[in-house]
């Protein structure tokens, strides 16, 4: 029923909230295990085609497979963050693209689509990985300034890196990467 699901979507909101929380507070390790980036991937996908069938989202796999150390409910939230993101505020719904790849020493994830794309000002919050002032996230970009920097603290907690812009061709870019052995920074 609607009220089950709203009460999954909240639990799992709530749950999310702890975990980012925790991850601000940088003092308290990740929870990772080895996981296979493509069935995260797989997993946020379906969520956001439940939340929002009208979009038509694609998942586009690389020939490697990505196993890597993840901490996998916080890398979906991520995943489905950029997906709303795309579905909400590009402007166009029936072009967004989800595509994982190794790149080197990096599982790399990339949301494109073909909407309006991204102001200077976006690009270059997520460039310097600062928050997003509330002038940003007025109405165009709504939920978008916080949705973003949580992203970020997620990415740069599993020693990743996070990067958006725009297609030559029309449309958003945004980009992480993960590393696809443990690294120690201690």
């Known amino acids: 029923s609607e009220a089950c699901a709203d009460a999954q979507w909240l639990n799992r909101m709530v749950e ?3 975990s980012i929380t925790r991850i601000q507070d940088a003092s308290v390790p990740l929870k990772k295990r080895e996981e296979m980036l493509e069935e995260v991937a797989g997993d946020a996908v379906l969520t956001t085609r439940r939340r929002f ?11 490697d497979i990505l196993f890597l150390p993840m901490e996998p409910m916080l890398i979906k939230q991520v ?4 997906l709303e993101n795309a579905v909400r505020h590009s402007g ?11 790149q080197e020493e990096w599982a790399v994830v990339e949301v494109r689509d073909r909407g309006k ?5 976006i690009c270059q919050a997520v ?20 949705g973003l920097s949580v992203c970020q603290s997620i990415i740069k907690a599993h020693g990743g890196f996070f990067a958006a812009g725009n297609n030559p061709e029309g449309g958003a870019v945004f980009r992480f990467g993960l590393p696809m052995e443990e690294t120690n920074h201690a």
Do not use: W, Y
């Open 16 to 18: 999310n909230l702890l």
């Open 53 to 63: 069938p009208d979009a038509n989202v694609q998942l586009d796999l690389s020939e």
């Open 79 to 82: 995943i489905v963050n950029l």
């Open 92 to 102: 166009d719904t029936q072009h967004i693209q989800l595509h994982l790849f190794r």
């Open 117 to 121: 794309g991204l102001s200077p000002e």
């Open 127 to 146: 460039q310097a990985g600062k928050q997003l002032d509330k002038k940003l996230s007025g109405d165009t970009s709504r939920g978008m300034g916080i």
